[in-house]
């Protein structure tokens, strides 16, 4: 009896593995021969779901855009507006060392943002993070200032993330946590004690 595949899990297996290479060895290191031995398998268990490296790379934006999708929508929504954006920022920046490889990945696929398809996932995260941000700021800033806050966050979010990507020995989840803290408070969301605190 032959054995039974579920498609959709392991295609999530090989585009998982997949971002493990390109966060430890980067956009050179993610050939189909190393995601095989990632694997532990043979080239054809990579090439049944993936033809070649561009649909391979298609297979990690679509993984990393369903777990954006997936992972903001099961954000609370308190009612509690700081709250809310506290949670969504403490969310982007990463607090783990596999949230750290990650984003590693993420930072890895800026190199291939000449193929259209990455520089589009791009462009979508980018509309996606700023609505995220105008919903939760909605009713704590002015509109007049809604644009330059959400450039604020955005900023204080990518160096968080890049720094901790840099150096992760250095940029512990506490000094994160203090990082949102401090850009909560330069909004005027919270007050210095609890930036501080």
Not at 17 to 29: E, H, K, N, Q, W
Not at 91 to 98: A, Y
Request: glycine share 6%.
């Amino acid at each position: 009896m032959p054995k039974i595949v579920d498609h959709a899990a392991r295609r999530h297996e090989i585009s998982v593995a997949a971002m493990r290479v390109l966060a430890r060895s980067g956009p050179d290191g993610l050939t189909l021969r190393a995601l095989a031995r990632e694997l532990k398998g043979s080239i054809t268990l990579v090439t049944h779901f993936y033809a070649d490296r561009q649909t391979l790379l298609a297979g990690i934006i679509d993984e990393l855009s369903t777990n954006y999708d997936d992972d903001v929508a099961s954000l609370p929504l308190t009612g509690d507006r700081v709250e809310d954006l506290r949670a969504y920022l403490l969310w982007m920046v990463p607090l783990t060392p596999e949230e750290i490889d990650i984003e590693r990945c993420r930072v890895a696929l800026v190199h291939s943002a000449d193929n259209s398809a990455i520089a589009s996932f791009f462009d979508s995260m980018e509309g996606r993070a700023r609505s995220a941000f105008r919903a939760r700021l909605d009713g704590l800033i002015d509109e007049d200032a809604m644009g330059e806050a959400i450039d604020f966050l955005r900023t204080l979010v990518n160096g968080a993330v890049l720094s901790a990507v840099e150096h992760p020995q250095y940029w512990t989840e506490e000094r994160q946590r203090a990082v949102v803290e401090r850009g909560l408070a330069a909004l005027g969301l919270v007050g210095v004690q609890s930036a501080n605190g």
